[in-house]
């Protein structure tokens, strides 16, 4: 995955951005560096990804928001699939099922 001497988030600070993002996508500090540090880089569909293939993606239904931070230089791809929220958070904007 990492054959660059890129730095990581651990498993435990990916949990604290994932649960971050769920909370205020607009406002997700780095567990490192805090906030105002993380930006969202891209969408990315979540089915792709098992394939090799990275496609964008509309932010709803199944798929991955890579974050990234200018601070310490971390990315951080979560897989946001809809099975892992308790979907009590929908805002309805442009929302269809499929
Ligand atoms: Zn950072």
């Not at 990492?2 to 996508?25: F, W």
């Not at 567990?31 to 990804?49: F, K, N």
């Not at 293939?53 to 991955?64: F, K, L, N, Q, S």
Request: hydrophobic share 30%; net charge negative.
């Amino acid at each position: 995955m990492s054959d660059r001497n890129m730095p990581e988030y651990d498993s435990g600070e990916g949990l604290a951005l994932a649960l971050s993002y769920l909370d205020d996508p607009s406002d997700v500090p780095c567990p490192r560096c805090g906030p105002d540090t993380m930006e969202v880089v891209a969408y990315l569909d979540g089915g792709g990804i098992e394939d090799g293939i990275v496609r964008a993606a509309e932010p709803e239904g199944d798929y991955t928001v890579v974050l990234y931070c200018h601070e310490c230089s971390r990315a951080a791809a979560l897989d946001l699939s809809p099975d892992t929220q308790t979907g009590e958070r929908r805002d309805g904007e442009d929302r269809r099922a499929a």
